[in-house]
Structures are given as C-alpha cells and as structure tokens.
C-alpha cells in the first residue's frame, strides 16, 4: 500500500460514530446479557466475546494481564481501530482489490473446511481394524538397519602412478586379510598402525552407527554399502576404491530390520489408521463439493507462469500488517 493511499485511509477513519458503553452510549438492547456489546461503530457492534478473544490473542490465557478497566479500554481501542480502518478502506473500495478477496477467499474456505470436517468426527479404530491394518503394513513399521563399524583407510598419493596404486592396492589386500582373522582390538591396532586418516585414528576406526541408506559425513556412499553387505559381525567387506584412496571396513554391531510387536506400535499404528481415513473423508468431501462447479484449467496458460513473474501493474503478494520483512 503506498503512502498517500494510507494517508487517504487515515483521513477517512474520523468518519465513523464510536460509542462506548457507558461513555455516553447505551448497550444495545438485543444483546445478550452474559455478552454485552462494550462498543458500537456507525452501528456495527464490539460484543463482550469479541473482547474475549482479543484477550486470549494477546496471552491473557496465560498471562496476568486486563485485570484492571484501563487496559481493557486499551485493547477495546484495538478492536475500534480495526472497525474505523475497515471502514474507510471499504470507502475507498479496498473489499473488491483482489488481494483482499483472495485473503477473504481463504479464511473462508479455511472456515468451511474446518467446520465441515468437525461435524463428521472419524470414530475410534477397534483393536481388530488396528490390528488388520498392522498385519497389512508391517514393512512400515520395521525399525531401520543400523549398523556400526570400523576403517581402515589409505590415501592415493597425489599425482600416483599407476605402479604406486598397484603398490598400495597390494597393501590394502594384505591388511584386509589380516583382519578377517581379527576381533575389535587387534582391528583397532590396524587402524593405529596403517590408516592415514587422522581423525579416525582417534577414534580407533569407528564409524558410530550408521543407519541404512542415510548420508554419512567423510564416508563415502560406496563405503556404507559395503560395510551393509557383510554377512555377519566381525567380518570384513572386500576393499572400496574411492577417487581419494582404498578403505577396508570391518562390521562391528548390526541391529534393527525386526518387525515389532503389534503392542509396541499400537498407538503409532492407530494415529496412522485415523490419519488415512481423515486423508480419504477430506478428499471425498472435496470431490463432492468440486462437482457442483464448473472447472476448466489452461494447461498451456500454466507451462508459461513462473515464480516472479507478475503482469504489469502487478504486485508480489505484501506481508500482513505489522508483520516485519524477511
């Protein structure tokens, strides 16, 4: 919004006729009595709910705050500011600009879809729906492969040979066969002697645990596939070359791929079940709905919008009132 028109705004916003109960102005007369009108403007009402709500939006639901009139006059304030403002930019035709329809468009849709779905609550799983629905997905609820080992590694020289790679290939075999014969403290004293990684030097090789498929920082792919591939703990993966050099990897610990108990995952497999169905009744409301419309969509219109592109005379979307820029 540029400046003059918000000077036009504020000009605008003496128009309206504000009373306040009991300054002046008399409550009106169809009100409830547990929900009072506190102010009217140009005959539009400020009810006691409304107050409410501001309060809470403010922290009043967890704050000590409007326990005394003049912080509530305060925020009744708020509330005035809001009606005067809404009403010169109505006078100024801002309730056809298209952002401000398509901001309406969306909290009313938003409303509806809230209210629709809040009428229609999805009914508790029985023991048998869960459990038929856990027997149907177990893959889903296997708790990944972890798997912990240890390295070897030997760094390519730079500029090698092709004998000095030959050379140091030989090396690697050599140890690789050592350590199949190896348990985690003579592998450790490998490590010690021939890696030329330092950091892992320090820690004795060990990768920590790895899951399956997860990236791993300084481990190449290669190198995590293979230490998955070891058929049992304790034994060793044939030698990974990588562009920076050879790694012997020894399996260390192996845990999870177990399918667990249905009485561990009850409650994860309930949430999923009620998730599922809450995903299906929205998306049968919707068809329903979208049928009553007719919707036609301009595929090669679409193949030729992009993100920043705006017609002339167009705006990027603004941010909300007071809310600051990123």
């Not at 592998?187 to 892992?200: C, G, I, K, N, Y």
């Not at 329903?288 to 919707?295: P, V």
Request: with cysteine; hydrophobic share 45%; aromatic share 6%.
């Amino acid at each position: 919004m540029t400046l003059a028109r918000r000077r036009r705004l504020w000009a605008w916003a003496a128009a309206p006729m504000i009373l306040l109960s009991g300054e002046g102005g008399a409550a009106r007369a169809d009100a409830a009595p547990d929900n009072p009108t506190v102010a009217v403007v140009d005959g539009a009402s400020i009810d006691a709910n409304q107050v409410r709500k501001e309060m809470i939006r403010q922290g009043a639901d967890f704050l000590p705050r409007f326990t005394d009139v003049a912080e509530k006059k305060a925020l009744v304030e708020k509330l005035v500011r809001i009606q005067v403002l809404a009403h010169a930019a109505r006078e100024q035709g801002y309730a056809a600009d298209p952002e401000i329809v398509d901001s309406l468009n969306r909290l009313l849709a938003e409303k509806f879809w809230r209210d629709s779905l809040a009428e229609q609550p999805i009914p508790r799983a029985t023991e048998e729906e869960a459990r038929a629905y856990y027997d149907s997905h177990l893959g889903d609820f296997v708790a990944p492969q972890r798997a912990r080992g240890a390295l070897i590694f030997l760094r390519w020289p730079s500029n090698a040979t092709p004998e000095q790679r030959v050379e140091i290939r030989a090396e690697a075999e050599g140890l690789r066969a050592q350590a199949g014969g190896c348990d985690e403290a003579c592998f450790a004293a490998l490590v010690d002697e021939h890696t030329d990684d330092p950091a892992a030097r320090r820690r004795r090789g060990d990768t920590g645990f790895i899951v399956q498929g997860a990236a791993v920082f300084r481990i190449p792919p290669p190198v995590v596939d293979a230490l998955f591939e070891v058929d049992a703990v304790g034994g060793v993966a044939p030698v990974v070359e990588t562009d920076r050099g050879l790694y012997i990897a020894r399996l260390s610990a192996r845990e999870g791929g177990a399918v667990p108990e249905f009485a561990l995952v009850e409650r994860e497999v309930r949430a999923r079940l009620s998730a599922e169905r809450i995903e299906a009744r929205e998306q049968s409301v919707y068809e329903e709905l979208r049928k009553r419309h007719r919707i036609e969509v301009d595929l090669k219109a679409l193949e030729t919008i992009g993100p920043g592109q705006f017609a002339a005379g167009e705006r990027p979307p603004s941010f909300p009132v007071g809310a600051p820029a990123r």
